[in-house]
């Protein structure tokens, strides 16, 4: 069925693009120009000091070059066979032995760009890679104590595997699937040599099995609905830990969530330990503020309790992290008054604490429907508590759904300061709302086509009461790109960040430098912008669930095998000075390089202070256009200001044309040389019949030999047109829907004369 775009919808609260433009005969199939995705590393990861192959797959991954990582600690090299070419998609990767361990970032660059990443583990057991089928106990794999295995999940159906251990051994097993971008939910089972099960974990965790007789014993290992396949991969790890060692689980991906942690400063320096029990009143701990408390919501319905004494007047910020740790818990604090002595006191109610909004509305479908497929709150708890009046109080801390989870990982860090106002930042780029319930919810790196403008929307999580306004800035751009921040304002939660390309860049890669800055009590304060990013590309799928994550970096590239569709730009490229309560127009250039379906696209604003102006068509069949701003109308005060007008069109997108280029040369070549070679053994040929009897039988067989060559050229020229005719389909024009944006505008407003 073809798809359509949503019906215009206002910004509500400052969220995700509005729906325009789409004339009402455009009508699109597809959604958003290609981009470079990488899906899969097989392996997933490697052992400090280690060199070992390779392999990726992915989307768009044509003329895949170098294979990079956000940690320059990990390199890679293609891998060369033995005719000394490169195999296809394969690279030598060499992992230094001061690399930090945990969770990087691996990532391609295409012909379009740097591709979308994917987690890649680095840690210190030895690693192997399954490269056998072990679907029966007969072909289990064994696993040494203290090693890890890389292996793809078996569809519908249990992977095996076999340690030998000895009694009273304490044995972890740890499976990392969803912590490293897998689509696979584990069951993990511990069975004895037979097969029969001992301990079973459906929900992720890890298992922590005592040995009761020395032995074999076995691991079985399936999808929770017995799902497998290529994107369904797994590390399993499996170790041998003393009786009270507290066992770290497999490096994990953070969510979105996490960004807001920790807070600017923070260090374990007067971090002090929960003292148990504390569940009662009575048992309340006895604490002073400020304090920074670690615990952990164990067993399952703990409550932490907490008694401090505070005076009338006093305000106290409360945050605690556990959600933002990983983990899956939800904290919840009351804080009472206490008056009057136990068994007759007296409590109450001061505040009640619980979850970190998220900044801006989020899709209410959990995709780019009515606003970002990404919740930036969390269920942790970053709070305000006003004493009002002198004496006792208790705070009483517990996991608000814990009723039912027993895990001593459930950890938390309580904190409670006084005011520190600060800010952090998360950014992801823009999806379009579309209407029908269709979902879209891709993975979107930043890889900039020549000649385009791309939106990155950031979100902020103010603490202690912070609301000032925030510029954004980047560095360490490639050659030919900027980037122009339109600030958060004063009391806002959101703002975007343009990255543009000139259309004459050259191709490159960088890691760029993503940051926000304000002035807090007088002083000028910077603090990153962390990057999100969907793990897998949803494109319309009603059976599978978007997941975002933070990534640990922000690769920025510029590609020069495909130009942006059409560049909208201000005329001059200067500062537009206006006086307050006039108007101004801006003529506008459009740099048109592809055909598109309708004659306009209709633009609407983003940037404080202008985003109340009226949509406006453009037309997408001539060369320029003009916008009217009212500066009355829209109530503007005097300042300088950064804005950008953004839209919807479909694009007649023809993909890789350079292939099809290529693939005539190559048609041509090869029908070249099969019309010499035809020639040649035609002409052998006559010379066979005509030459004497002592030289014929060897003419006869450099006949016979240039005619095989002629076969083997022709041949060459079946190839070469069938893959210049899959070429041709390929570069077939798409209707494809894709976000317009125009290069940033500066304006400055200025003060309007006052009257004699």
């Known amino acids: 069925m073809m798809r359509q775009l949503r019906q215009p919808l206002s910004f509500v609260a400052g969220i995700c693009l509005v729906t325009c433009l789409i004339s009402s005969t455009a009508v699109a199939q597809l959604v958003c120009l290609p981009a470079p995705r990488l899906l899969t590393t097989m392996p997933m990861g490697g052992q400090v000091g280690t060199s070992f192959d390779v392999t990726i797959t992915g989307e768009h991954l044509e003329n895949a070059e170098e294979l990079s990582f956000s940690n320059p600690g990990i390199t890679a090299t293609k891998k060369l066979g033995k005719d000394g070419q490169p195999v296809p998609n394969t690279y030598v990767v060499s992992i230094a032995k001061d690399c930090p361990q945990g ?115 076995v691991i079985k290992l399936h999808g929770l609905t017995y799902d497998g396949g290529p994107h369904h991969f797994y590390r399993l790890a499996i170790r041998s830990v003393a009786k009270d060692e507290l066992v770290p689980r497999l490096p ?112 209410s479908n959990g995709y780019s429907y009515d606003g970002p497929p990404y919740n930036a709150g969390s269920s942790d708890i970053i709070g305000k508590l006003e004493i009002k009046q002198d004496g006792v109080h208790r705070l009483q801390l517990r996991d608000l759904f814990g009723g039912t989870r027993n895990d001593p990982q459930n950890i938390y860090r309580l904190i409670i300061r006084k005011a520190e106002p600060d800010f952090a930042l998360v950014g992801w780029s823009l999806h379009m709302n579309l209407r029908n319930g269709d979902r879209n919810a891709l993975s979107k790196p930043i890889a900039l086509r020549a000649g385009a403008t791309m939106p990155i929307e950031v979100v902020v999580v103010r603490r202690d009461g912070f609301d000032g306004e925030i510029d954004l800035f980047m560095e360490n751009l490639p050659e030919g790109v900027t980037a122009a921040g339109l600030k958060i304002p004063k009391g806002k939660t959101r ?41 897998w590309p949803v494109k319309d799928g009603w059976g599978e669930v978007p997941s975002p994550r933070l990534l640990a970096d922000v690769p920025v590239s510029v590609s020069n095998s495909e130009l942006a569709p059409i ?38 604003t983003y940037g404080a202070g202008f985003e109340g102006v009226p949509a406006f068509d453009a037309p997408l069949t001539a060369d320029s256009s003009t916008v009217d701003l009212d500066l009355a109308a829209l109530k503007t005060q005097p300042g300088d200001y950064k804005i950008s007008f953004y839209g919807y069109a ?107």
């Open 252 to 363: 994990a991906i953070q969510t979105v969530s996490a960004f807001s942690w920790p807070p600017p400063g923070l260090t374990d320096k007067s971090v002090r330990p929960e003292a148990e029990p504390n569940n009662q009143h009575a048992q309340a701990q006895k604490i002073t503020l400020p304090c920074d408390i670690t615990g952990s919501f164990f067993p399952a319905a703990d409550v932490d309790t907490f008694e401090f004494t505070a005076k009338k007047g006093e305000v106290w910020w409360v945050e605690v992290a556990s959600e933002r740790l990983g983990r899956p818990t939800d904290p919840s604090i009351v804080v009472q008054h206490i008056s009057g002595q136990a068994p007759d006191e007296t409590r109450t109610d001061v505040v009640e604490l619980s979850d970190i909004a998220s900044p801006v509305k989020i899709s």
């Open 650 to 756: 479909v694009v007649k997108y023809r993909e890789n044309l350079e292939a099809v280029a290529a693939a005539k040369t190559a048609v041509m070549q090869a029908q070249q040389e099969a019309d010499a070679l035809a020639a040649e053994s035609q002409k052998l040929a006559e010379l066979a019949k005509t030459a004497p009897d002592a030289q014929r039988a060897g003419a006869e067989t450099a006949a016979k030999a240039a005619a095989e060559k002629v076969k083997a050229a022709q041949a060459a020229v079946t190839t070469a047109d069938k893959q210049l005719k899959s070429a041709t389909a390929t570069a077939a024009p798409k209707d494809i829907v894709d976000i317009i944006v125009s290069t940033p505008i500066t304006i400055r407003v200025n003060p309007a004369k006052k009257a004699n």
């Open 495 to 535: 703002g975007i960040m343009l990255i543009s390309a000139e259309a004459n860049a050259t191709r490159g890669l960088t890691s760029a430098a993503f940051f926000g800055r304000a002035t807090i009590d007088g002083k000028v304060v910077t603090r990153p912008c962390r990057m999100a990013s969907m793990q």
């Open 103 to 217: 969770i990087h970032e691996a990532r391609v660059m295409t012909r379009l760009g740097v591709s979308s990443t994917r987690a890649f583990n680095v840690g210190t057991f030895p690693e192997i890679t399954r490269t056998k089928p072990n679907t029966a106990l007969e072909n289990a794999l064994k696993l040494d104590l203290n090693t890890l295995c890389n292996a793809v999940m078996t569809a519908q159906n249990v992977d095996f595997y076999t340690f030998e251990a000895t009694k009273g051994q304490r044995i972890v097993v740890d499976c990392a699937a969803k912590g490293i971008d897998s689509k696979l939910n584990p069951v993990v089972i511990i069975a004895d040599e037979q097969g029969m099960d001992l301990l079973v974990e459906r929900r992720g965790g890890m298992l922590d099995f005592q040995v009761p007789e020395s032995g074999k014993y």
């Open 567 to 604: 560049t909208i730009s201000p005329v001059e490229n200067k500062v537009w000075e206006v006086t307050a309560g006039e108007k101004l127009s801006i003529p506008l250039v459009h740099a048109r390089r592809s055909e598109f379906s309708g004659a306009n696209v209709t633009l609407n």
